[in-house]
C-alpha cells in the first residue's frame, strides 16, 4: 500500500502562482494531479512517469504548470502559474502501479491523496 500526501494548497488572486507537492510512501509507475471542481467530473491535470519522467498534460494546463519529481525524496510537485478562477478545485495527488490505459482516467489509478484545496479569485 502506497500512501500519498499532498500539500501546497491555498488561496491566491488570478494570474498568481501556487506549487503543490505530493509524497508517496513507495514504488509508483506514475503520479498524477486530478482536480475536482463542486458539480464536476475529476479530471486530469499532469501526470509524469517516474522512471522515464515523461510527462503529459490536460489541455486546460498546459503551458502554464509543470509536473516534476525529486526521486531522492519521492516527491512529485505541480507548479501552476497565471492561474485563473476556473482553476479552483480541489487537487488530487494519484499514482498506479503499472500502465492501465489513459492516464487521464482516474478510474485506472490504486493510490490517491486526501486532496488540497486550490481557490483563486478574481
Known amino acids: 500500500q502506497v500512501q500519498l500526501v499532498e500539500s501546497g494548497g491555498g488561496s491566491v488572486e488570478a494570474g498568481g502562482s501556487l506549487r503543490l507537492s505530493c509524497v508517496a510512501s513507495?514504488?509508483?509507475?506514475?503520479m498524477a494531479w486530478f482536480r475536482q471542481a463542486p458539480g464536476k467530473e475529476r479530471e486530469g491535470v499532469a501526470v509524469?512517469?517516474?522512471?522515464?519522467?515523461?510527462?503529459s498534460y490536460a489541455d486546460s494546463v498546459k503551458g502554464r504548470s509543470t509536473i516534476s519529481q525529486d526521486n531522492a525524496k519521492n516527491t512529485v510537485y505541480l507548479q501552476m502559474n497565471s492561474l485563473k478562477p476556473e482553476d479552483t478545485a480541489m487537487y488530487y495527488c494519484a499514482a498506479r502501479r503499472g500502465t492501465y490505459g489513459s492516464w487521464s482516467n482516474p478510474q485506472t489509478y490504486n493510490y490517491w491523496g486526501q486532496g488540497t484545496q486550490v481557490t483563486v479569485s478574481s
Open positions: 509524469i512517469y517516474t522512471g522515464s519522467g515523461s510527462t
Open positions: 513507495g514504488y509508483t509507475y506514475s
